[in-house]
């Protein structure tokens, strides 16, 4: 049964998927051989500079899970110890609204949903497996955001907004990107919450060579969404467990991974270096929404800020954690207790996301605002809708 809101409802996290031309219907000739999708066996794959990625199972996404297959093992657990297909359960054929604005649109309206972020889902395959190859990340990122602009344009009728990829090896190509998106109307961009690769190695986006992107950001008054994604994470994972692997997010996991996962390293990582390495103090107007990274690394990041300002305050421009709730928002889980991380860090700061129509999220979008009974219904309201209409200056 879908809910109803007597009020706007803004989702933050809902996903497109992609078509199997995305990436190479506007790449460049000298890039051809970079990227395609190939018939491996029988099914198709993603071949990237001649390695077949299984990352995502089946990159065309004729056949997926159906949206929320997994809500109850997300917030039941797991008891009868289920592997992944019979958690999964029976796959379904995409219908016309997962691949295209029109249609899900319609979807949209029959959900309840009044407007909605919508972020890619297998264009998180290409920066960490391109991380040696700055130049044709660059030319397969820009060749992607032609084709999210031909297929879903930038803003769709005010109400779905199309997130672009800004990759940042190269911060001249990035600059020139992001002036693209933000000619053709973007309202928000995704950048990765991770560190940024070059040929010498990696380095984190909040150091001060990105201060000329970051100030265009500033200056075009963009919001910054940070999807989670292929954060480069399995290279840490696999020097403890001596493998030489590439994420495989739609697989059984170790132990080991599930535990680090659950602990958010990634989003913290990232989060910590925006504030610590002054990124957000040198630009303290940056709107920043970590999307799909859930909320369990917020008060061990604001703990240790605390307690490394109380001790080392010249460390900081300001206090840090003011920085954090100044210029980042929050998107728990359904799971998790958005509640409970409330009561400790306001309203202002939280927005919903329902990850449509994702197997991890929810089958019905709306049915997050259960999880926030017991909050005054200003505050519901706030994070079911004006939070992120705020965040993106469309109120």
């Not at 986006?205 to 990105?210: M, N, Q, R």
Request: with cysteine; glycine share 6%.
């Amino acid at each position: 049964m879908q809910h109803r809101l007597d009020y706007p409802v803004f989702d933050a996290d809902n996903h497109m998927y992609e078509q199997a031309d995305a990436f190479t219907r506007y790449l460049p000739d000298e890039f051809k051989q970079v990227i395609r999708i190939a018939n491996v066996n029988g099914r198709d794959k993603v071949v990237i500079k001649g390695t077949i990625s299984e990352y995502i199972p089946n990159p065309t996404f004729s056949v997926v899970a159906k949206p929320g297959a997994q809500e109850e093992y997300f917030k039941h657990g797991n008891p009868e110890g289920k592997s992944r297909r019979e958690i999964l359960g029976e796959p379904m054929r995409s219908p016309d609204a997962f691949f295209r604005p029109e249609p899900r649109l319609k979807l949209m309206d029959e959900q309840g949903v009044d407007r909605a972020l919508m972020w890619p889902t297998l264009a998180s395959v290409l920066e960490e497996r391109l991380a040696k190859d700055p130049e044709a990340t660059h030319a397969i990122i820009h060749g992607f955001n032609r084709w999210m602009h031909e297929e879903w344009s930038f803003n769709y009728h005010d109400r779905i907004f199309a997130t672009p990829v800004i990759t940042l090896p190269i911060v001249d190509e990035a600059i020139r990107e992001l002036d693209w998106v933000a000619e053709r109307g973007a309202k928000i961009i995704l950048v990765r919450p991770a560190p940024v690769p070059n040929l010498k190695g990696y380095r984190s986006f909040a150091l001060p060579e990105f201060d000329p992107f970051w100030a265009k950001v500033q200056e075009y008054d963009l919001t910054v969404g940070m999807h989670s994604s292929d954060d480069g994470m399995t290279r840490y994972y696999n020097q403890w467990e001596g493998h030489y692997d590439e994420m495989l997010p739609f697989v059984n996991t170790t132990a080991f991974q599930d535990v680090q996962h659950l602990m958010s390293r990634g989003i913290f990582d990232a989060m910590c270096s925006a504030v610590t390495h002054g990124m957000l103090s040198r630009f303290p107007r940056l709107r920043i929404v970590p999307v799909e990274n859930g909320s369990s690394w917020v008060l061990p990041l604001i703990n240790a800020l605390g307690h490394s300002y109380a001790k080392q305050p010249k460390l900081y421009q300001e206090d840090p954690v003011e920085v954090l709730k100044r210029n980042v928002w929050i998107h728990p889980f359904f799971e998790e207790d958005p509640v409970g991380l409330i009561k400790t860090i306001g309203t202002d700061k939280v927005v919903f996301g329902s990850d449509y129509p994702h197997p991890e999220g929810l089958a019905d979008p709306v049915s997050y605002a259960d999880q926030l009974r017991g909050l005054p219904d200003d505050d519901v309201k706030r994070i079911m809708g004006a939070n992120l209409a705020e965040a993106l200056k469309v109120a």
